[in-house]
């Protein structure tokens, strides 16, 4: 990835100026005033994100559509969006309100793959989402959350990368700040993120959000350009740096976790393993050995597997298959309050695997990898630690039904997602992502219905082709039936996109 240009727009900056000081629908947050020492984007995204940040929840759909009428382009606003959620919502803990900033890339994916006419509709429900996040920040105990700029001084350039490796050794937030900064001003982002992978990757706590949030900065950045990079990887950071070494959170604290075997098994296999171990190529019975042994086996055993696998000559394109079989199985499984463990076993080995295609050093990529198999194991031995959530469903026991077709499988849905699924595995895979991406942009209205369906569209055709029907198949076990009510916030959008 390369440092983009400046993104030139019909819409100038004087005029965004004069929206946001005249417009009816910018009315300013009492909370909202301009201190000497808030983080400001460049000249071309501050008045924008401004806009965004000051308009009400009510009127924010009129906003944007008044702004896209008049020729602000797709990227400037998805980018201001993004930015807006930076600065506004406190990283820590990386979720929760947070998530407004991590769906920024999943509805650009399910923009890019609707139907033209649906294109902006993803927007819309960021935007939505972005607003209600705003306005849960406000009320946290801890004050309402604004980025500011950073004090102290930043290390020189040759420094940068061991102090921020140290700073996030010793959970020292404002010295990774400081450090992160002068990374994101010297170096290329291949050398930002090909340390930051490590550190995404290491700590599961709050369910998987943490390798979530690395891979979705990381893509959304490669959208809007890496000249916005420095406020996003200090927020970053902090998110990353959260919870300490004591907390436990999700049934770990930081050393129960297989990182800390993941880096000395990293070190003991990496020497032996051939050059092709990192080959794309599949392997299907193997991936059903170590499906089996990541069913069952510890956080260390799974890595172990994965691990002794590799240096059998398995290919990790077959690892990978297992490990996304294993998530979209727990996703299968889960029911009641454990839903969401599955559904971010599923988006956390999407980061992960995203991670791992991006990072340029090797020993990076085995090391996530071996995360991903030891975080299966930890997402599903968290799910087992309350039992009545978790019901017995090897993802291969579906089969064929008597209907193979995508309206029969969502015309089922409601009844049963086992049902539904059997419809569609001799479907077409294409006729069910329109059919999804049509469902979720008519019905979706919580963050996890966008982020779940974009990680299997980006993560199904990397399997092997025997295995793609059933990984396919998960996209219907988080999704809204037909009975249930079309979303206000999209309806009240395609009204509007339909006057303009």
């Not at 900056?13 to 929206?19: I, P, Q």
């Not at 779940?452 to 055709?461: F, R």
């Amino acid at each position: 990835m390369s440092n983009s240009t400046p993104h030139s727009s019909r819409f100038s900056r004087r005029t965004v100026l004069g929206l946001a000081a005249a417009s009816p629908l910018a009315v300013p947050r009492a909370a909202a005033a301009v201190s000497p020492d808030i983080v400001r984007f460049s000249s071309e995204m501050e008045p924008l994100v401004r806009l965004i940040e000051d308009t009400p929840r009510d009127r924010s759909a009129a906003m944007a559509a008044s702004l896209l009428r008049k020729g602000v382009s797709y990227r400037q606003f998805l980018g201001a969006l993004f930015l807006a959620g930076i600065r506004n919502v406190n990283p820590r803990p990386p979720g929760f309100s947070l998530h407004c900033v991590f769906v920024i890339h999943s509805a650009h994916l399910l923009g890019l793959e609707a139907a033209p006419e649906d294109r902006l509709l993803p927007l819309f429900y960021a935007l939505d989402n972005f607003k209600g996040a705003q306005d849960r920040d406000l009320k946290q105990k801890a004050g309402d959350y604004t980025m500011t700029t950073l004090s102290g001084a930043i290390p020189a350039a040759g420094r940068a990368e061991s102090e921020l490796a140290a700073a996030m050794d010793t959970w020292d937030m404002e010295r990774a700040e400081r450090a992160a900064v002068s990374l994101v001003r010297h170096r290329s982002p291949e050398d930002v993120f090909g340390l930051l992978w490590q550190f995404g990757a290491r700590d599961y706590r709050n369910i998987g959000h943490k390798a979530i949030y690395t891979a979705n900065a990381h893509r959304t950045l490669q959208t809007i350009g890496w000249r916005h990079a420095e406020p996003v990887v200090r927020s970053l950071v902090l998110a990353l740096l959260d919870f300490g070494k004591d907390q436990t959170v999700n049934g770990y604290a930081w050393l129960d976790q297989c990182y800390h075997t993941n880096i000395g098994r990293l070190m003991d296999i990496y020497p032996r393993l051939k050059p092709a171990w990192a080959s794309a190529a599949h392997n299907p019975e193997a991936s059903r050995e170590l499906l089996a042994a990541l069913r069952t086996g510890s956080p260390d055993a799974s890595s172990q597997a994965v691990a002794s696998a590799l240096e059998k000559g398995v290919p990790a394109g077959a690892a990978w298959d297992a490990v996304h079989l294993s998530a979209v199985e727990l996703a299968m499984r889960t029911r009641g309050a454990s839903v969401i463990a599955g559904i971010h076993a599923v988006t956390a080995m999407n980061g992960l695997r995203h991670g791992y295609h991006a990072a340029v050093d090797p020993r990076t990529r085995l090391l996530l990898l071996l995360q991903a198999a030891g975080w299966s194991a930890q997402f599903r031995v968290w799910s087992e630690s309350r039992e009545k959530d978790l019901r017995p469903f090897p993802i291969t026991a579906i089969r064929p039904g008597a209907q193979p077709s995508v309206d029969a499988a969502f015309a089922a849905l409601a009844a049963s997602p086992d049902q539904a699924a059997s419809h569609i595995l001799a479907a077409e895979r294409r006729d069910l992502v329109n059919a999804a991406i049509r469902h979720v942009l008519a019905k979706g209205d919580e963050v996890h219905y966008y982020k779940y369906l974009a990680a299997l569209i980006e993560d199904v055709p990397l399997a092997a082709t025997a295995f793609q029907p059933h990984l396919a198949a998960g996209m219907l076990y988080y999704m809204k039936s037909p009975s249930d009510p079309d979303s206000k916030v999209l309806t009240e959008a395609r009204q509007l996109l339909k006057n303009a």
